[in-house]
């Protein structure tokens, strides 16, 4: 009898145990997996940070990272493949340790996230993440916006919960894609990078994005992270910061691009209005030439990424209305004292003076560094088409 009730009472236990697992949290299962979060660099492409998935497995004794922001340097026709928006990231798996040496040796800040799922739901992670990281599965087109690195943990997490979960708001109502990067962009003092992102990029960047969309940054996946729910169940079960930062970083810079053609915008309204010195004709002349080839260049490389690339975001864009690609078929123009070239500059004047009175009700945010170049554009189409006596 005694020998019966030891044997139902260890059925029993084990089979109340394997209730707990099935159902239960990270502490009950031999999977832990966790979201890390990691600071911005120095480099452009990691201004905006970092994100990957770690899996601890305990019976396995591994501990593994799944990153789907890897490409390869060595890509034949890399450089062009990524400006023109087709090369291909892929998902790699390594060793959390050699994950942990990068980010110390860059100085950089990863903040861990444990998720609050269960066995089954980790399992299903577990195995989308390993057939993913297949050779025949690992490839992946990649958009900033809609398809990166961050992205793809959002989605494959979402993919894997089985309960329906829902996020706080972690925007304000409004916010765009453009906001969120200029944020990034501004604490970092990259200045004159948001410049020319803002002048490639156009007036999808704008749109008003949801919770879900804002998360194509690591930061505000975190948030969003943060801020999800099952009913009374969190996402997130543990936060901490796992390696400090040591990165310092400042954001304050005499030299942004609107004071730099503030600056040269002034220079040159001077030296227009007093055009009988030799030196500033001839200097006049030469300033012409070049600034709009430069101009026209711009246009060009604008509609090449409009036109000529895979990137959505580069579509649609208003910096066309000053940086007109026929520019450079002006400059090769011989002279300025055709009639026909005067013309070509009084209607320059009035459609960059229109641009101006509509600037700030563009639905493409400009940037304010293309003030004061917008302002070179009309004075000095004013004076070479002689509208001014």
């Not at 793809?152 to 925007?171: E, F, G, H, P, Q």
């Amino acid at each position: 009898m005694k020998k019966a009730v030891i044997i139902f009472s260890c059925f029993f236990l084990s089979f109340n145990l394997s209730a707990q697992t099935d159902s239960g949290s990270y502490r009950d299962c031999n999977l832990r997996i966790s979201l890390l979060t990691c600071t911005p660099g120095t480099e452009l492409y990691s201004t905006f940070g970092h994100s990957a998935l770690r899996i601890v497995d305990s019976i396995a004794g591994t501990d593994i990272i799944y990153n789907y922001g890897t490409f390869d340097f060595d890509d034949p026709g890399f450089y062009t493949k990524f400006i023109r928006g087709k090369l291909l990231y892929f998902v790699s798996v390594d060793e959390f340790v050699n994950f942990m040496a990068e980010y110390q040796y860059e100085k950089r800040g990863i903040t861990e996230q444990t998720l609050d799922l269960s066995c089954s739901e980790k399992k299903k992670l577990v195995n989308s993440l390993a057939e993913n990281a297949k050779e025949e599965n690992k490839y992946y087109k990649y958009d900033f916006v809609y398809d990166n690195c961050t992205t793809r943990l959002r989605d494959i997490v979402a993919a894997a919960a089985s309960n329906t979960a829902s996020t706080k708001n972690i925007i304000p109502r409004g916010t765009t894609f453009r906001n969120l990067i200029h944020e990034y962009l501004n604490k970092g003092g990259q200045y004159w990078s948001k410049f020319g992102i803002d002048i490639l990029l156009g007036v999808p960047l704008d749109k008003k994005i949801s919770n879900k969309e804002a998360m194509f940054l690591p930061d505000y996946l975190l948030k969003g992270f943060d801020s999800t729910a099952s009913g009374q169940k969190n996402l997130v079960d543990e936060k901490k910061i796992i390696l400090e930062p040591a990165l310092k970083f400042s954001s304050k810079m005499f030299f942004t691009p609107f004071a730099v053609f503030s600056i040269l915008f002034l220079l040159i309204a001077v030296f227009s209005f007093m055009p009988s010195l030799g030196f500033t004709k001839i200097f006049l002349k030469v300033f012409d030439k070049v600034f709009f080839f430069f101009c026209g260049i711009l246009g060009f490389l604008i509609l090449f990424m409009w036109f000529g690339t895979d990137h959505p975001t580069c579509r649609n864009n208003f910096n066309l209305f000053w940086a007109l690609p026929i520019h450079l078929l002006i400059v090769a123009v011989p002279g300025w004292k055709k009639e026909w070239i005067k013309n070509y500059f009084k209607i320059i004047f009035w459609l960059t003076a229109a641009l101006l009175a509509c600037w700030f009700f563009l639905p493409q945010q400009m940037n304010n560094g293309l003030l004061p170049i917008a302002g070179i554009i009309l004075v000095r189409s004013l004076f070479i088409s002689k509208m001014h006596k």
